[in-house]
């Protein structure tokens, strides 16, 4: 099985800037896709940033320019820079990676434990 351990997130004022990290630990063969997803009240979560295996990215209309994904693939860990913070950016922050947790092992998504991101003054 594979483990995502979030960190970062709390307040920040509108305009104002935040980091999140990702880290996946226990039984790992492959990791493909990392990247990280939001939910707020009353919607349906949304792919926030993603970083594939080969380095590309893709972002999220709503953050592009204004937020930076990047992945450290000897520490399988994965990283959200955020800046510019609007209030409509206020959501529960979730880590997704997709990975095979051995070599027979089907490839699956795993999510983590999601970490509260507000933006207020």
């Known amino acids: 099985q594979v483990q995502l351990v979030e960190s970062g997130g709390g307040l920040v004022q509108p305009g104002g800037s935040l980091s999140l990290s990702c880290a996946a630990s226990?039984?790992?063969?492959?990791?493909?896709?990392m990247g990280w997803f939001r939910q707020s009240p009353g919607k349906e979560r949304e792919l926030v940033a993603r970083v594939i295996s080969t380095g590309g990215t893709n972002y999220a209309d709503s953050v592009k320019g204004r937020f930076a994904i990047s992945r450290d693939v000897a520490k399988n860990a994965v990283y959200l820079k955020m800046n510019t913070l609007k209030p409509e950016d206020t959501a529960v922050y979730y880590c997704?990676?997709?990975?095979?947790?051995?070599?027979?092992?089907?490839?699956?998504?795993?999510w983590g434990q999601g970490t509260q991101v507000t933006v207020s003054s």
């Open positions: 997704h990676v997709v990975a095979r947790a051995t070599m027979r092992a089907p490839v699956t998504d795993y």
């Open positions: 226990g039984s790992i063969f492959y990791i493909g896709a």
